[in-house]
């Protein structure tokens, strides 16, 4: 099993920026992917940026540019950071974790844009 936990969202002005962080801890076995997901209020869940164990990187066409995903093979951890922000960009942050043919995921973190 793996364990899957997601912080930093919060509330933040348009044009400014937050980093989201999230650790991961069980049983994770290479090769794996991580990645971030959100879903705004009345919408379906869609796909932000993932990054394998190896460190390629890829981008919805939505965040190319302004957002930034890394991570932290040592500490099982994967970050996000949201340069940029817009009211649109407001929902709910989930971090996702797949390992073998398995998906884990956090419980969510909130990410309001707003003046």
């Known amino acids: 099993q793996v364990q899957v936990v997601e912080s930093g969202g919060g509330l933040v002005q348009p044009g400014g920026s937050l980093r989201l962080s999230c650790a991961a801890s069980?049983?994770?076995?290479?090769?794996?992917?991580m990645g971030w997901y959100r879903q705004a209020p009345g919408k379906q869940r869609e796909w932000v940026a993932g990054?394998?164990?190896?460190?390629?990187?890829d981008y919805s066409d939505s965040v190319k540019g302004r957002f930034t995903i890394s991570r932290d093979n040592a500490k099982n951890m994967v970050y996000l950071q949201m340069n940029s922000l817009k009211a649109e960009d407001t929902a709910v942050y989930y971090c996702?974790?797949?390992?073998?043919?398995?998906?884990?995921w956090g419980q969510g973190t909130q990410v309001t844009v707003s003046s």
């Open positions: 069980g049983s994770i076995f290479s090769p794996n992917t």
């Open positions: 996702k974790v797949r390992v073998r043919i398995s998906d884990y």
């Open positions: 990054i394998t164990n190896g460190g390629y990187t």
